[in-house]
């Protein structure tokens, strides 16, 4: 499976800004989508997943009420609608897969996007 993710730019602090993660070939009914983030001098973070084949989601304490993942099978792409953004969010964002299902460990997810840049100015 491939992962391509985009939609990343520059956003004042309170603004809203939506990233894709578009995939193609196979990707398991068991398996999970997932975003994390990374910040410069900071460690991968678990952001959001979802089930492929269901709308069980999963979030960060830090983005929940903030941040809402979403799919569309038709498309094969999976959506991060970030709303009240803080300086604190700027990241590379990476969309990945788990094909085993449900984890929040990065080194459970097995094909990795190329990330995407958000930078919240404040």
């Known amino acids: 499976v491939q992962l391509q993710a985009s939609g990343g730019g520059l956003v004042q602090a309170g603004g809203s800004v939506r990233i894709s993660c578009a995939t193609s070939?196979?990707?398991?009914?068991?398996?999970?989508i997932g975003w994390f983030r990374q910040a410069p001098g900071k460690e991968r973070e678990f952001v959001a997943s979802?089930?492929?084949?269901?709308?069980?989601?999963y979030y960060a304490d830090s983005v929940k009420g903030r941040f809402t993942i979403s799919k569309d099978n038709s498309k094969n792409t999976v959506f991060l609608q970030m709303n009240s953004l803080k300086p604190e969010d700027t990241a590379v964002y990476y969309c990945?897969?788990?094909?085993?299902?449900?984890?929040?460990?990065?080194?459970?997810?097995?094909?990795w996007g190329q990330g995407t840049l958000v930078t919240v100015s404040s």
């Open positions: 979802m089930w492929w084949n269901d709308n069980r989601k």
């Open positions: 990945a897969r788990n094909r085993r299902g449900y984890g929040r460990n990065w080194a459970d997810f097995d094909s």
């Open positions: 070939g196979r990707i398991f009914s068991s398996s999970t």
